[in-house]
Nanobody
Framework: QVHLVESGGGSVQAGGSLRLSCTTS?????MGWFRQAPGKEREGVAVIDDTTYYLESVKGRFTISRDSAKNTLSLQMNSLKPEDTAMYYCAAKWGYCYGTSGLRHEDYNYWGQGTQVTVSS
């Protein structure tokens, strides 16, 4: 079993920044950040194994990173937009991410409880 705990969400105005963190009980090869807005499907935002993969709409604004020594996964979010408002989840799965297919939430085995990000215009 892998336990994931997110932190760092909050409310910010458009154009602002937030940094999300996820502490994991076990480093997994493929880990990522997903989000779900009310009434919408959960979508992959950014995932990482030996490289990184991003949702097209966040490229250049969000950066995923990991610190294996601290068992931590992070998501730096800059130039936030109201459409980024959602519950953000940290997730992990066995094996590699296999490119952008790693953005599929259905393939992930372990999930955190989520942290809310709200961006106001």
């Amino acid at each position: 079993q892998v336990h994931l705990v997110e932190s760092g969400g909050g409310s910010v105005q458009a154009g602002g920044s937030l940094r999300l963190s996820c502490t994991t009980s076990r480093n997994m090869v493929c880990m990522g950040w997903f989000r779900q807005a009310p009434g919408k499907e959960r979508e992959g935002v950014a995932v990482i194994d030996d490289t990184t993969y991003y949702l097209e709409s966040v490229k250049g604004r969000f950066t995923i990173s990991r610190d294996s020594a601290k068992n931590t996964l992070s998501l730096q979010m800059n130039s936030l937009k109201p459409e980024d408002t959602a519950m953000y989840y940290c997730a992990a799965k066995w094996g590699y991410c296999y490119g952008t297919s790693g953005l599929r939430h259905e393939d992930y085995n372990y999930w955190g409880q989520g942290t809310q990000v709200t961006v106001s215009s």
